[in-house]
T-cell receptor
Framework: GIQVEQSPPDLILQEGANSTLRCNFSDSVNNLQWFHQNPWGQLINLFYIPSGTKQNGRLSATTVATERYSLLYISSSQTTDSGVYFCAVKVEGGSEKLVFGKGTKLTVNP | ETGVTQTPRHLVMGMTNKKSLKCEQHLGHNAMYWYKQSAKKPLELMFVYSLEERVENNSVPSRFSPECPNSSHLFLHLHTLQPEDSALYLC????????????????FGPGTRLLVL
């Protein structure tokens, strides 16, 4: 099956810093989503981005489908950005299964 | 609030108990999902329902039994579980299974933290 690898596994930042999270995948995809899971377990969808670039406030994401990776940018980080960021993909021509990476755990210190 | 609710939020059960997890979505979506999140492991898809029909069963043991009586409700019936089944169980919904951003974006409930003793 498809492999989804996220890096780095852990990231610690000071408030105000910028960061880039990466998601590599091993097969062609027609669906890629980024999620944030807060410390209480709630998952929130950030982006649906199988290709191209999107921005939402301090967050933006870019997916280069031909090179099989996606990047999530967080600018001017805040303590509320802490949590785990997951990338999830669906294989083109495959099942309806969304395959998740192991996530990047982000800690933003005040 | 994502429009997806789950009850109970926490559950402790013995290996011989029978319990059910409930998920309800208030978004008018057609697809619903059960996921399992264990410590140190990626989220695992368990079941997918579309218009109340199961479309994906990801090799889940029979001690987990899903039920989708209508497009707004999804249950996960549990019986004779094992301690390794302790995990966070997440429900999600999407407008449809395919079609792009609006249709495929998944909305998650807060989860049920299950501990099997």
């Amino acid at each position: 099956g498809i492999q989804v690898e996220q890096s780095p596994p852990d990231l610690i930042l000071q408030e105000g810093a910028n960061s880039t999270l990466r998601c590599n995948f091993s097969d062609s995809v027609n669906n890629l989503q980024w999620f944030h899971q807060n410390p209480w377990g709630q998952l929130i969808n950030l982006f649906y981005i199988p290709s191209g670039t999107k921005q939402n406030g301090r967050l933006s994401a870019t997916t280069v489908a031909t090179e099989r990776y996606s990047l999530l940018y967080i600018s001017s980080s805040q303590t509320t950005d802490s949590g785990v960021y997951f990338c999830a993909v669906k294989v083109e021509g495959g099942s309806e299964k969304l395959v998740f990476g192991k996530g990047t755990k982000l800690t933003v210190n005040p | 609030e994502t429009g997806v609710t789950q009850t109970p939020r926490h559950l402790v059960m013995g290996m011989t108990n029978k319990k059910s997890l409930k998920c309800e979505q208030h978004l008018g979506h057609n697809a619903m999902y059960w996921y399992k999140q264990s410590a140190k492991k990626p989220l695992e898809l368990m079941f997918v329902y579309s218009l109340e029909e199961r479309v994906e069963n990801n090799s889940v043991p029979s001690r987990f039994s899903p039920e989708c009586p209508n497009s707004s409700h999804l249950f996960l019936h549990l019986h004779t579980l094992q301690p390794e089944d302790s995990a966070l169980y997440l429900c999600a919904s999407s407008q449809d299974l395919a079609g792009g951003w609006d249709e495929e974006t998944q909305y998650f409930g807060p989860g049920t933290r299950l501990l099997v003793l």
